[in-house]
Each structure stands twice: as C-alpha cells, then as structure tokens.
C-alpha cells in the first residue's frame, strides 16, 4: 500500500520568505512518480512538479524547487520569495508507473502574508 | 486547448436521492479519473476509466460508480445518498502513458 504523509498541517510566512513543504512517503514499488499538486482556493487541483523515481537529481524552476532523497523517502517542496498568490493548500502524491491513481498526502496549508 | 470540465459546479441533495456528475476531459485525453475530497478524509481516489473501460478502483461502496463515453466523457453516480457523501468531486484526465493528472475545478455536493 501506499502512502503519503505532510506532518505540517499549515505554515504562515511573510511575503517574500521562504517557504519549505515536507513530505514522507511509503510504497512498495520500486518505480513510481511523486507530485506536487497546487489546490487555491477554487478548489481545482493545479499541477506544479512531477519527479521519477529513478532520477534523484534536485531541479529548480522559477521560484520552485524540490529535494527529492529516496534513501529517506522524502520529497520536499519549497517555494523561493512566496508571494500572496502562492497562498493555497499544498498536496504531496504518489503514483505507480503508467498508473493515474494518486495517492495524497493530508495538504499544508501555506498562508503568504502582505 | 480547453482544461478539464466538470459539470455542475455546485449540487445540493437530499438524503436517499441518487446524483450524477459529469467530467469532460482535456481533448486526445483518454483516462479519467475521480476523487473525493472532504475535511475529515482528505483526497480519496474512487475510480478510473480508460477507454471505457475501468482500470482501477478504490475502497468505496458500491452506491459509488461510473462510466466513461466513446468520446472519453465520464459519469459518476451516487445512489442512496448519505450526509457523509457531502464532499467535493473532483476529476482529472490523463493520455495513455502519460504522467501527471489534470484536475477539473470539481463538483461540490451538499446532501442534507
């Protein structure tokens, strides 16, 4: 079974701070896909990154970037310089290869303060 | 390119009663799936079509179901509603082989 955990339940930041989203996972797979998802407050889920399991390497893009360490089964999230807009609820997720069934973890809720 | 659509956007219901949503994925997207979101559960898969036919299924009573269309569509429908089913539905469309998900803003139903 798989599963996903995000222990910070809601992070508040000033404009312009910061901002690191953890995430924990568990699977049996040895292959899988793990996810950002972006969930403002329109209630559509916004895709932000995807990483494979098999390739470990940290990305940045923009203001985004990830710490993926599978030794750890971790996969952070931070956000560089938030913004108010960046305001939202935040989902880790976890697929098989070739798979559309996501797992997610609980959300954090990120609050970007003027 | 038009995003995922899911029709209607807001529903309330009464107890017992049956629903269906509606979701219309991306063009040239053939998987859909579907999920329930509520404060207590968080995000839930419930099912998932590929060309019409249904390639996964979580852990939910058989009051939940679905269907995918010829021209990708898909339905779901709740029958015998309980309070407990109020949640946001959400939807989200895939290509064959593809990776990520796009969600649709979802169907929030109110049973009361």
């Known amino acids: 079974a798989q599963k996903v955990t995000q222990a910070q339940t809601e992070i508040s930041v000033v404009e312009k701070e910061d901002v690191t989203l953890d995430c924990v996972y568990e699977t049996r797979d040895t292959t899988y896909y793990l996810f950002w998802y972006k969930q403002p407050p329109s209630g559509e889920l916004v895709f932000l990154i995807r990483?494979?399991?098999?390739?470990?390497q940290n990305e940045i893009s923009g203001r985004y970037s990830w710490n993926f360490q599978k030794s750890t089964s971790s996969f952070n999230f931070t956000i560089t310089a938030s913004q108010v807009v960046d305001s939202a609820v935040y989902f880790c997720?976890?697929?098989?290869?070739?798979?559309?069934?996501?797992?997610f973890g609980a959300g954090t809720t990120v609050t970007v303060r003027a | 390119k038009a995003g995922v659509t899911q029709t209607p956007r807001y529903l309330i219901k009464t107890r017992g009663q049956q629903v269906t949503l509606s979701c219309s994925p991306i063009?040239?997207?053939?998987?859909v799936s579907w999920y329930q979101q509520t404060p207590g559960q968080g995000l839930q898969f419930l099912f998932e079509?590929?060309?019409?036919?249904?390639?996964n299924k979580g852990n939910f009573p058989g009051r939940f179901s679905g269907r995918q269309f010829s021209n990708s569509r898909s339905e779901m429908n709740v029958s015998t509603l309980e309070l407990g089913d109020s949640a946001l539905y959400l939807c989200a469309s895939g290509t064959l082989g593809g990776t990520e998900a796009f969600f649709g803003q979802g169907t929030r139903l109110t049973v009361v």
């Open positions: 079509y590929f060309s019409e036919t249904q390639r």
């Open positions: 990483r494979n399991s098999f390739d470990e």
């Open positions: 997720a976890l697929s098989e290869v070739g798979d559309y069934k996501l797992s």
């Open positions: 063009s040239g997207h053939r998987s």
